[in-house]
């Protein structure tokens, strides 16, 4: 690999290959090893222009627990707000060396655009509506652990597909690991054409739910409506909300999913969120060693072993 821009263009060998990394890296990345020396010397640049907590954070502790010098930027607070451009600030960015540079950004695409034109090995880590590689890695991470395989399992993703790039990510995924998905939503927040993804298409909950193994709940992304649809948060909740009543559509050991951030009483109610078929924090915390994974891949040497821990 020279980047990770989305999970199209990974082949399955190569899912499952970062997947096993990840494995490996698990036991560092919760801390029963506290460090390991993989990318001493090297430096990652994590350049935000859109918020942030899960991602930015694992990225960087991903990168120290590696032993690699980090950098965090946020576009907020840099020299974006007196006009400087995406390419003037990667291209300064490249002159001081950085080995990987992690990138989100609101512009589909953006991650791309610049990995065309750096010699730093680029990390998508969320452009726009587009893709979020490393959520679906660490979504399916999580999912491995708690299921052992993808085949045959049932995996209904919920919301707003439409705005989604953890969806879009996941489903592409999910496919290539031999999962069946199912996609839910309301009509105006799914995509046009969402069966040509790979998926079984629901405009209602119910239906997507039954007898499904996961249910991976999306929150409505407001900042990306522009006005065009906003249902009332109690109008979503009530229609399209993950409640205890729901939930037992799906298998009673179906795992409970969302990538945060979480709007509790809207998509997913609290006793939900926080009931025992929850898996929302295990995928934080799965985060930090698919990060581990990606960044190895990309910036140890060649000739370097895997790493020893696990
Ligand atoms: N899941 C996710 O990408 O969370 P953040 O936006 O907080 O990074």
Known sequence: HRHLLGIEGLTRDQILALLDAAESFFDVSRRSVRKVPTLRGKTIINLFYEASTRTRTSFELAGKRLSADVINISASTSSTVKGESLLDTVQNLQSMQPDVLVIRHSASGAPH?????????????????????????????????????????????????????????????????????????????????AESLGAEVYPRLEPALEGADVVMMLRVQRERLQGAFLPTSREYSRAFGLNAARL?????????????????????????????????????EAGVAVRMAVLWVLAAESNEPPPAAG
């Open 113 to 193: 655009h610049v990995a065309a034109r750096i010699r730093a090995a680029v990390v998508n880590a969320g452009d726009g509506t587009h893709e979020h590689p490393t959520q679906a890695l660490l979504d399916a991470f999580t999912i491995r652990r708690k299921k052992g395989a993808f085949e045959g399992l049932t995996v209904a993703i919920c919301g707003d597909v439409l705005h989604s790039r953890v969806a879009r990510s996941n489903v592409r995924l999910l496919n290539a690991l031999g999962a069946r998905v199912r996609l839910a939503g309301p009509r105006t927040l799914l995509p046009p054409a």
């Open 248 to 284: 037992s559509l799906a298998k009673p050991d179906a795992l409970v999913m969302h990538p945060g951030p979480m709007n509790r009483g809207v998509e997913i109610d609290p006793a939900v969120a926080d009931g025992p078929q929850s898996v929302i924090l295990d995928q934080v």
